[in-house]
């Protein structure tokens, strides 16, 4: 399904809509068919639908009366700056998203879109790693990219950056960074480069937010949701018990995602957060990388009944 011009502003409209989220806007669709039967339904016929009520069906039409203006605006920043918007109701939309309590009402993407489906590890952890952990990270990265999975992070320094910029060492490797801002104001400043550096290496920046969104704590946060809902399995290199890795951490394992994490007796630090996560969290404690590819390539070829790669011979420990 594609979209126009016309049908994204409608879409954008139809997105400010008041307690109209991302499952009834699904609903929506799956009863009326197109957006454009939807604007044009009577109050009558919203009602019916018993997704609409009174009150929203008010906040609808005075969004219908507004000015396009603003909303042109954005979508023509999209379109002059190659950013793709993927409304929840397109079938390219992820599936693995789309059945999330609460997805993204749009995704934002530039770069190489089809890495949407592509088999993928997410690598997350602390933005204040030891220097034994982030040589870990960039290594096991490299390995995991060297054997066909993408890998996602959130472009966080630490870490995220190690994990990007491992990916990317790899012969064709690819990665995806998930952003908690619009792609006018990516954050942090510093990673500007790296940004810049996956797109150019075919590789993929994702956002749920118009590109001229500042971020907030709580999108940074709500981030977690994407880079985890992409991913076959979750690597958490090191933590020290709280902040965004964690959280991550508790989303992938509502979301049952397979959670790998390095051995303690590898001593990478922080590791408080590594060890809570395998006490609470159902970690799996690993050797090296290849236990994580073994893992997933048996749980994928389950899911597809398709062979995967061969692995690399490059060492991860």
């Known amino acids: 399904m594609e979209f126009n011009r016309e049908e994204i502003l409608l879409w954008f409209k139809l997105s400010q809509v008041p307690k109209l989220g991302p499952v009834k806007l ?11 039967k939807i604007f044009k339904a009577d109050k009558e016929l919203l009602l019916k639908s018993r997704i609409f ?6 906040e609808l039409e005075k969004i219908k ?9 954005a979508i023509d920043e999209c379109i002059s700056n190659d950013i793709a918007v993927l409304p929840i109701i397109s079938n390219k939309y992820p599936l693995n998203l789309k059945r999330m309590p609460y997805p993204p009402k749009s995704l934002f993407l530039k770069g ?26 960039f290594k096991n990265s490299k390995i995991l990219a060297e054997n ?6 959130g472009g966080a320094i630490g870490v995220d950056t190690a994990a990007h910029q491992g990916a990317l060492e790899a012969s064709g490797g690819k990665t995806i960074a998930v952003l908690g801002t619009g792609f006018f104001k990516k954050y942090p400043e510093e990673n500007l480069p790296l940004f810049e550096k996956i797109e150019k ?9 118009l590109p001229n969104f500042p971020g907030s704590r709580f999108s940074l946060l709500q981030r977690n949701r994407i880079t985890s809902g992409l991913s076959q399995g979750l ?7 709280k902040g965004g890795a964690m959280v991550q951490t508790k989303i992938a394992f509502d979301q049952k995602i397979p959670i790998f994490c390095p051995s303690l007796s590898l001593n990478l630090q922080p590791n408080e957060g590594v060890k809570e996560v395998i006490e609470k969290f159902g970690g799996k404690e690993i050797f090296t990388i290849e236990e994580v590819i073994l893992f997933l390539s048996r749980d994928i070829n389950k899911t597809k009944g398709t062979p995967m790669p061969s692995h690399s011979s490059s060492p991860s420990t």
Request: hydrophobic share 45%.
């Open 26 to 36: 699904l609903a929506l669709f799956t009863l009326f068919g197109n957006i454009q």
């Open 112 to 137: 190489n879109v089809s890495l949407l489906e592509s088999n993928a590890v997410a690598v997350v952890g602390t933005r204040h790693p030891s220097e034994e952990a982030l040589k870990w990270t």
């Open 201 to 209: 290496n075919d590789g993929l920046l994702i956002s749920e937010h």
């Open 53 to 58: 009520n009174i009150e929203m069906i008010s």
């Open 235 to 241: 690597v958490m290199v090191a933590s020290g018990g």
């Open 148 to 153: 066909n999975f993408t890998v996602i992070s």
């Open 65 to 73: 009366n507004a000015s396009d203006d603003n909303f042109f605006r």
